[in-house]
């Protein structure tokens, strides 16, 4: 597939429109019922702004990304077999820091640029589970804190977003999160479509590395006839 019909295809499903809010009875309780204007009687959203525009804002801010750390590396072996592995770090008690590290790599991949990622990590049974939340490769990184589950510091930066007029999307598979923060202005990326995603940038690096370097020189732009005139022309202006 060319760059361009992945670029589409990347469009396709992740850009305007693509992705879409769920937002049911099942979402709100039995009751729920749709006002003017999108909102959902007796939703958290319910009487609050309208559902913001995908992409930049007026603000300048970028649509937000709340990746949700575990459930992400526990979707996949391309995270799950770094479980356990303290090659770069052999007394280490930490036993998801590779993996963790192979995460924000691809988050950061991921965004490029468009969106403002950040990844949420539940605190609990982290060697340290009040450690700096210090971005890395332009990736906010948020532990939660003891006692707070990551699903509370998921559901709060989507509620922050939306009450501010910025767009968020949400890269999660676990149920409980999406029935809490999938509503109008929220929507969700699965993890197969992240993983596959990220995928088509480890296969697009591949391609451009495999290629043989190409130097077109004039010679190779040129035919053999050509080239013979080319040839006389120099040797005349030698002589």
Do not use: W
Request: glycine share 10%; aromatic share 6%; with cysteine.
């Amino acid at each position: 597939m060319s760059k361009k019909n992945r670029a589409k295809a990347k469009a396709k499903r992740f850009g305007e429109g693509s992705a879409k809010p769920i937002v049911s009875a099942s979402t709100y309780g039995v009751g729920a019922t749709a006002m003017p204007g999108g909102f959902v009687r007796g939703s958290a959203f319910a009487s609050s702004v309208p559902e913001p525009a995908r992409g930049t804002n007026a603000r300048g801010q970028r649509e937000l990304l709340v990746v949700d750390g575990y459930n992400i590396i526990h979707a996949d072996t391309r995270y799950e077999r770094l479980i356990f592995d303290r090659s770069d770090d052999p007394y280490s008690h930490d036993v998801y820091d590779a993996a963790r590290t192979a995460l924000i790599a691809d988050v950061a991949a991921f965004a490029q640029g468009r969106y403002e990622p950040v990844i949420v990590f539940d605190g609990a049974g982290n060697v340290n589970p009040d450690r700096p939340n210090l971005p890395q490769a332009g990736v906010r990184i948020e532990f939660s804190p003891t006692g707070v589950s990551a699903d509370t510091i998921i559901q709060r930066l989507c509620t922050d977003a939306r009450e501010h007029g910025r767009a968020c999307s949400v890269v999660t598979s676990d149920g409980t999160v999406q029935a809490t923060v999938m509503g109008k202005g929220v929507t969700r990326i699965s993890a197969r479509m992240f993983l596959g995603e990220v995928k088509q940038v480890d296969a697009d690096v591949e391609e451009a590395e495999a290629a043989p370097d190409i130097k077109l020189t004039l010679g190779s732009r040129l035919g053999g006839d050509s080239l013979s005139k080319l040839a006389a022309l120099r040797d005349s202006l030698r002589s």
